[in-house]
């Protein structure tokens, strides 16, 4: 049987030199151990506050901006790219129909219930009859119908890239509650890893135990020796 001696163990063939076990720098037996944890904490803390402003904004732009009036819209085509990008999430004021003017960006919501918005190229009056034409940024030419004012929804105050998809994952009772989990799993992890007064405690006393095993090893081969195949003289 082998026992350890310092940096060495005692088998049937004599001292060899014993097997280092893999360096695991996060290990308790490393002294960087405690920055391990903190670089750990300060990763998850940092995808904690930004998953807590993601649902802050989110739950704004599509619960609070609505209940005050200002219907919010999300950009699902690359016709505006790149003012106005796939994703993006737009904030509207409504009316002011008749205080549009020429490169005004405006929402609109025809006949079929589909909203689109592209900016005004011109105002026109025909017929007694209002309308805007319009064309996207990323078009090579203006859209082929005109708009009757009244189908303007009205002017964008507010775009704000990629925040559609939020807004989108936010209206749905799943995707609040797919990230209202995430956060929770976040706060519990990061208050886990808060707590490292105790790390160097274990770690003595793991070492306060290795030291026991080994004293017992000793011991044992004292008081027993033929349980290394040794016979008394």
């Not at 964008?156 to 925040?163: C, G, H, S």
Request: proline share 9%; net charge negative.
């Amino acid at each position: 049987r082998e026992q350890p001696v310092g940096r060495l163990v005692l088998s049937g063939r004599g001292l060899v030199p014993s097997p280092r076990p893999a360096w695991n720098p996060c290990s308790p037996e490393v002294p960087n151990m405690k920055r391990c944890t903190r670089l750990a904490r300060a990763g998850l803390e940092t995808l904690l506050v930004t998953l807590v402003l993601v649902l802050v904004a989110g739950i704004g732009l599509a619960r609070v901006a609505p209940a005050l009036g200002r219907p919010v819209f999300v950009i699902q085509s690359g016709s505006m790219a790149p003012t106005i990008p796939v994703g993006a999430a737009v904030v509207v004021d409504p009316g002011g129909g008749a205080l549009l003017r020429t490169g005004d960006v405006v929402a609109m919501r025809l006949p079929n219930a589909t909203v689109f918005t592209h900016r005004v190229t011109r105002v026109i009056d025909q017929g007694g009859r209002t309308y805007v034409e319009t064309k996207g940024d990323a078009n090579a030419s203006v859209d082929p119908e005109l708009t009757p004012i009244d189908q303007v929804i009205g002017r964008v105050a507010l775009a704000i890239p990629f925040a559609g998809y939020a807004v989108a994952l936010l209206s749905l009772p799943s995707g609040l509650l797919t990230v209202l989990l995430a956060a929770l799993t976040l706060a519990v992890a990061t208050w886990l890893l808060d707590d490292d007064e105790g790390l160097p405690h274990l770690t003595a006393d793991r070492a306060a135990d290795g030291a026991s095993d080994h004293g017992s090893s000793a011991d044992r081969a004292r008081t027993d020796p033929e349980e290394d195949g040794l016979a008394p003289a």
